[in-house]
């Protein structure tokens, strides 16, 4: 294939093995590469102490030649452009993911903006893309100015991260650089999972998240960023597929991944204490967990014993049902309280979510009841809990109202509490409330990366 030239007075040949190994060939000015990066400087300086450069014969003239692999042809075609005042097909701004088929420019997606960050780390000119860089990543201050569409957050493009962190050493500031970095690691911290079985090293671990099974994006023109490996795993929820996959972190800076992955850790454990804790109490284990309470808790444990025995029951039928059933193992460290496999703290929070329990409690709707009616209803409505359990299971949207003796008897669970008048709630479906609510709370707390400068 003939090289594409840059300039008459071109004395460099550079050829480029791209991400699908095709080979491209490019004629270009050593001096433009010489004063852009050191890297390049010390490559072609003609006194350099590197082994000699390789020498072609393009068209009975002969170039020195200098080898690029591994990014998108755009990648180094924009860059290449900038160096030679060669700008009119380079975007100036970043737009839509449909940009690849605008034939008047260079394609510009995800894997182009990638590479033109891998060249600019590798060979330590990010100054080169000064003009265009607020036009790609904007000020941070308004949501049309960077890539907010959600699909930039999702699987496959981790490495904004490692793309806003480049362009981030410009002198002049890129707002929207940090802003990028903020919005992107707080969507890992709460989407990211990992696998028990395998390792935790930092620098061994595997790293996986869920997505929603998509066939023919890629075929559609559709920038899908750069994950197109097969999902380990496919689930189905409410109707959709999902699929987990390997996503590669490794670009990501160390501290902005250790702050991750920390943070996973840290919030995994405050949505699971308080739960475990519950669990532990309600059990009546002699335990040496330390008791995790809620802020601003002063909720009860229920003093009926018969009324715990039930809760207990469907709590962890609930709790195995949702795959946390290693909850109820005594003495569990910090360490050990964290997200099970194969699921994120969003995964976590939603389980915690859906858990169920069921409670009675009286009420006297007209007179007030002594102590031995209570005892005497109380025996009635456990006598015949198995038989009703299983009916009201089949109609968890309908709060039951059960009558004995002309006494109401409520055999509850969970959702009823939503309802503002619900009364005589058991203490211990009020402190279950409280864990969902805490674990929702925390999930929407979540922050991203913001020490950019550290």
Known sequence: MKPYSYTPIADLLVDLIDTKQQQHSFLVSSAALRVASPVWRKMLDPDTKFAPLETVSVNGKEYIKITIEGVEVE????????????????????????????PEFLRFDFSVIRGIALLLDQYDCVAVI???AEGWFGTGKGKKEWPWDPDYVGV?????????????????????????????????????????????????????????????????GMDIGTNSVEPIETREREGEKFDLVEVDLEMIPQKILGFILDTRLSIGYQVLAPLYY???????????ATPVLLDNDDTGFCENTECSAIALGTLIQSLREQGLQYLLAQDL????????????????????QVLQMTTFQIRNVHTKMK??????????????KPRLTAELLEFKAVRPTLSYTNRPIFLRTDQDISNPQSAAVCPL??????????????????????????
Not at 178 to 186: D, G, K, T, W
Not at 196 to 203: G, K, M, V, W
Not at 430 to 444: F, G, Y
Request: one cysteine or more; glycine letters at 4%; a negative charge.
């Open 156 to 220: 496959g493009f981790e490495d904004w991260i490692f793309i806003a962190s480049v362009f981030s050493r410009l002198e002049r500031e890129c707002g929207g650089c940090s802003r990028a970095i903020q919005l992107v690691s707080r969507e890992l911290i709460k989407d990211i999972c990992m696998d028990s079985s395998e390792s935790a090293d930092i620098e061994e671990a595997k790293h996986y998240r869920w997505k929603e099974t998509q066939l023919t994006l890629r075929d559609a």
């Open 371 to 384: 102590s031995s009616d209570i005892d005497e209803s109380i025996k009635n409505a456990v006598a015949t």
């Open 130 to 132: 000064s003009h265009f």
């Open 278 to 288: 519950f669990i532990q109490k309600l059990m009546n284990s002699e335990t040496t």
């Open 429 to 454: 479906v009020l402190r279950l409330s409280k864990i969902k609510t805490n674990a929702q709370d925390l999930l929407n707390s979540v922050k991203g990366y913001e020490n950019l400068d550290e």
């Open 333 to 352: 460290t910090k360490d050990e309280l964290r997200p099970p496999s194969r699921c994120s703290l969003q995964d976590l929070t939603l389980k915690i």
């Open 75 to 102: 990648s180094l075609q924009t860059i290449l452009g900038i160096l030679h005042y060669s700008t009119e097909n380079i975007f100036p701004r970043w737009m839509s993911r449909s940009v690849g088929m605008t």
